[in-house]
């Protein structure tokens, strides 16, 4: 039996991923603070099948013809539930380890993506205003794509997900305090 280093490595970040997504599963984000999730989605299958129709045909046997329905307004509703949740994910100073308050948020993304192939999501990470330019547009990159191995290892593909950097370009708060500098270091996640 050989062994494979990269299917070892995927399927122990999968399962420490699942087990901080168990552990972090009674944790309702809209108390969190964190992320301002205004929901959970829990989509359904969407489309329908009307039953078997049976047909004699000339020679005497019956056949089976099932005629599929797919309800488009459903499609647009796992959009609009996946719209709804939360958008933002903060970071440490200088870090781009996902916390472990947003593995739900982060699990409910992955799932809307999982269950509607036609879901693209953009990926944006921000920094504050400390260290080079250089530096931050690529620790913001670190972030978006630290969000996006996330998506991916808990069922999203990796072609409905974009990731993109703007660094300290596009403050969420101009002020020079802790707090403001708190705020500027995220991922925020928008529908296409």
Known sequence: MKFNLKTALKTSLTGALLASLVACSSIDLTESGG???TG???STASSSSTGAQSSKTDSGTASQNAINTVDLNAE???ADEASSLGKVIYFDFDSYVLKEEYANLIAQHAQALASNGQLRVSLAGHTDELGSREYNVALGQQRAEAVRRALTLL????NQIEAV?????????LGGD???RALN???EISYR
């Open 35 to 37: 992320a301002g999730a």
């Open 40 to 42: 959970a989605a829990n």
């Open 76 to 78: 647009k509703s796992k």
């Open 155 to 158: 069922g999203a593909n990796d």
């Open 165 to 173: 950097s703007y660094g300290e370009e596009k403050p969420a708060s």
């Open 178 to 180: 802790a707090q403001s």
């Open 185 to 187: 270091r995220r991922v």
